[in-house]
């Protein structure tokens, strides 16, 4: 999944220091605790749905409202870090990873 470009590929630590300020305090906390480190692990979860379902693991079908509560996440992710102006652009940008999965998916299996 590393080929894939993620939305998340567009922030700066410059844009997490100055929205998540506290995580570079005294106190250092780490990125593994920001919500760019979580919307990262939302994106590639959706990656890997997308990937698995065009693969035809059905074992790996989302759980119902799975892809709604990852979507309405990352929605706040995109929107608070300039990403996206809504729902609807979100919703493309989503597409847009999970159309990169697919392909990614029917690359490996033409192989």
Do not use: K
């Not at 894939?4 to 593994?32: K, M, S, Y």
């Amino acid at each position: 999944m590393s080929q894939l470009t993620l939305p998340t590929d567009r922030i700066a630590i410059g844009a997490v220091r100055q929205l998540e300020g506290d995580l570079f305090g005294e106190r250092w906390c780490g990125l593994e605790r920001s919500d760019v480190s979580t919307a990262i692990m939302q994106e590639l979860r959706i990656a890997h749905l997308a990937f698995a379902q065009a693969s035809g693991h059905a074992s790996h079908e989302p759980r119902r409202g799975q892809r709604e509560a990852l979507v309405q996440f990352l929605n706040q992710v995109y929107v608070r870090y300039g990403l996206s102006s809504g729902r609807y652009d979100t919703e493309e940008l989503v597409r847009g990873i999970e159309l990169q999965a697919r392909s990614l998916a029917g690359d490996r299996l033409v192989r």
